[in-house]
């Protein structure tokens, strides 16, 4: 019977725990609220993270990995005159960063 009820409580747990992180993965970045740029020629995107590191928080890996998948990038080659957005807010008012850590 503990038994039991061990396994139902930790299905339970993982349950949630999985549900959670499809609402939380699945929710959209309002991509009105970043900046958008226009890819100049020979623009990367290891360069731009750097070009905008005081703005956005983020090492440069984590700054590809983030316009990659709001861009729905196909690989993190730019092309030149492309718009992409970045993870650096329009409005910095309140001196918050892109991404909280």
């Known amino acids: ?5 061990m396994h139902y409580l930790v299905f339970s ?15 959209p970045v ?3 609220a970043y900046m958008t740029v226009t890819v100049a ?5 290891w360069g ?12 440069p890996n984590e700054f590809i990995r983030w ?5 729905h ?4 080659r730019l092309t030149a005159g492309e718009q992409i957005v970045i993870p650096v807010l329009k409005s910095k ?7 909280r850590r």
């Open 1 to 5: 019977m503990k038994k039991a009820l």
């Open 13 to 27: 747990a993982l349950l949630a725990l999985t549900l959670a992180a499809f609402v939380y993965a699945g929710s």
């Open 30 to 32: 309002d991509r009105n």
């Open 41 to 45: 020629p020979g623009d990367t995107l």
């Open 48 to 59: 731009l993270a750097k070009q905008y590191e005081g703005e956005h928080g983020l090492s």
């Open 67 to 71: 316009v990659v998948e709001v861009n």
């Open 73 to 76: 990038l196909l690989s993190s």
């Open 93 to 99: 008012q309140d001196g918050s960063l892109a991404v």
